[in-house]
């Protein structure tokens, strides 16, 4: 979850840690609502819509941000690599699972069981299957140094092999090999399912100067918008396609979401950077993502009567993302507090948080 630092060097991307802070704020108010409303997201008039590009949108910033041109690959760089995403990324999930079990559940011993056979990992499988996309790609990274031509052709393949296998897991009637325990107690169903959105983040970072134009032609924007209503609306209300043939205006959808949110980030990244204030509370929180996402687990609220309440009143869009979103800033902002507190030890720094 660390900017290169050919990112670093590019103040005119601040709009991009700005805007995986917005992301950020879209995880922990979804778990608000579900984990601490009990909403039940067939019910509410938000959450089937915030979750068409809360967490793709989050892997594409993952992708985005993994690719760097400056960086040499050869054995060395891979190990150090694969090493330090092990140490960032496995180590604080496994502590803060475990503190997460003890404290929240009342059998420490039946809950890492369910934990551990779950592909969820009790909430805490975005971190592991991060980092299996992240020993994917660095593999792959090194084996495409070794082509004698550069091109995009091969991660172009990769990204339509990590189509095909995500389509795989919606057509039921032809594949189920992805319903064998293996797949969910590894969470290998997760990283299925979003790693394509990885590597369109990665995709779109190396054709960033291609992409720009694109995104400044009069019509791009304006076509990415109808497409999003259309695919949102059929997914969500219509439901014009059926069975397998219903994740493809989903996908499209999710694609679109995510098009939308990085061109109205680009567009006014003014308004993002650290000099306003908006700016530079959003880079903030994007840039201790790690932190609020192994943190916010323990500060999510317990209010069941919430979820009842919506699901007796429903079509309260405003309300429903309001209430979830302003919890949500109150958990993060206990979250970031504990982060500083516990930061104050550099070996926590390093081991818990992946500074230092």
């Not at 997201?41 to 938000?46: E, F, R």
């Not at 760089?77 to 990324?89: D, E, P, W, Y």
């Not at 958990?331 to 081991?351: D, E, M, Q």
Request: positive net charge.
């Amino acid at each position: 979850m660390s900017v290169s630092l050919e990112l670093n060097k590019r103040p005119r991307l601040e709009w991009l840690d700005a805007m995986r802070g917005f992301t950020m704020i879209l995880v922990v108010a979804y778990h608000v609502s579900t984990d601490g409303f009990a909403q039940n997201i067939k019910h509410s008039s938000a959450l089937s819509f915030f979750v068409l590009f809360r967490m793709p949108l989050f892997f594409f910033v993952s992708g985005f941000l993994a690719y760097s041109s400056k960086v040499e690959w050869n054995l060395r760089t891979l190990g150090q690599s694969l090493l330090k995403k092990f140490r960032v990324q496995l180590i604080p999930t496994v502590v803060f699972l475990a503190v997460f079990l003890s404290l929240m559940r009342p059998n420490f011993m039946k809950g890492l069981e369910a934990a551990l056979l779950s592909p969820t990992k009790s909430g805490y499988w975005f971190t592991w299957a991060l980092l299996l996309m992240f020993v994917v790609y660095y593999v792959f990274a090194y084996l495409e140094s070794k082509l004698p031509k550069k091109s995009v052709v091969p991660i172009l393949l990769l990204w339509a092999g990590a189509m095909v296998v995500y389509a795989t897991i919606y057509m039921p009637s032809w594949f189920n090999y992805h319903k064998d325990p293996f797949f969910q107690y590894t969470s290998l169903i997760q990283v299925m399912t979003y790693f394509h959105f990885f590597l369109f983040g990665t995709i779109v970072r190396r054709l960033w100067h291609h992409v720009e134009r694109l995104f400044d032609t009069k019509w791009f924007f304006t076509i990415v918008v109808v497409v999003a209503f259309l695919c949102a609306v059929d997914y969500l209300k219509w439901h014009t396609l059926r069975l397998q043939w219903a994740n493809l205006p989903r996908t499209l959808a999710m694609y679109s979401l995510i098009l939308i949110v990085v061109m109205f980030f680009r567009h006014y990244a003014e308004w993002f950077t650290k000099q306003t204030i908006v700016g530079k509370c959003l880079q903030y929180i994007g840039t201790r993502t790690l932190d609020i996402y192994l943190l916010h687990f323990l500060f999510l609220p317990n209010v069941k009567m919430v979820g009842s309440f919506f699901s007796e009143h429903r079509k309260n869009f405003v309300l429903d993302t309001t209430l979830s979103v302003t919890v949500g800033l109150l958990v993060i902002g206990f979250c970031l507090i504990a982060s500083n507190i516990l930061r104050v030890s550099p070996i926590f720094k390093k081991y818990l948080f992946g500074r230092g």
